[in-house]
């Protein structure tokens, strides 16, 4: 689970195409109207509305209200914890690729 919001992890909340896109459109801006990220997909506002909630639950969005319309932001924070756990596989593979040269190189010798 995630650290900032115990109701979904985050790396479940990244898991579907269409929430990664959204995060990727709030991340140009500062804060987008409901009705322009639903301009973006092809589905309704409803099935647009219950991707944001997943990302609000994980604590990746933020939103308010501005008279009848739901604005939303990102909170990119939660991130984080996705960076981390490909750091250190990152740092699995470098070594293991370094293992592996190191091997090719002697078996060359």
Same mark, same amino acid.
């Given at each position: 689970?995630?650290?900032?919001?115990?109701?979904?992890?985050?790396?479940?909340?990244?898991?579907?195409?269409?929430?990664?896109?959204?995060?990727?459109?709030?991340?140009?801006?500062?804060?987008? =109207? &409901?009705? !322009?990220?639903?301009?973006?997909?092809?589905?309704? %506002?409803?099935?647009?509305? +219950?991707? /944001?909630?997943? @990302?609000?639950?994980?604590?990746?969005?933020?939103?308010?209200?501005?008279?009848?319309?739901?604005?939303?932001?990102?909170?990119?924070? =939660? &991130?984080? !914890?996705?960076?981390?756990?490909?750091?250190?596989? %990152?740092?699995?593979?470098? +070594?293991? /690729?370094?293992? @592996?040269?190191?091997?090719?190189?002697?078996?060359?010798?």
């Amino acid at each position: 689970m995630s650290e900032n919001n115990p109701l979904r992890d985050v790396f479940d909340a990244i898991a579907d195409p269409t929430r990664r896109r959204l995060i990727q459109l709030l991340s140009e801006a500062d804060e987008v =109207p &409901l009705h !322009e990220l639903t301009a973006q997909f092809p589905m309704g %506002r409803t099935a647009v509305s +219950k991707h /944001l909630a997943i @990302l609000r639950e994980a604590g990746l969005v933020t939103d308010r209200k501005v008279g009848r319309e739901t604005r939303y932001r990102l909170h990119a924070s =939660p &991130l984080r !914890e996705i960076e981390d756990w490909a750091a250190y596989y %990152r740092k699995f593979w470098q +070594k293991n /690729l370094l293992r @592996l040269n190191q091997l090719l190189e002697e078996e060359e010798e």
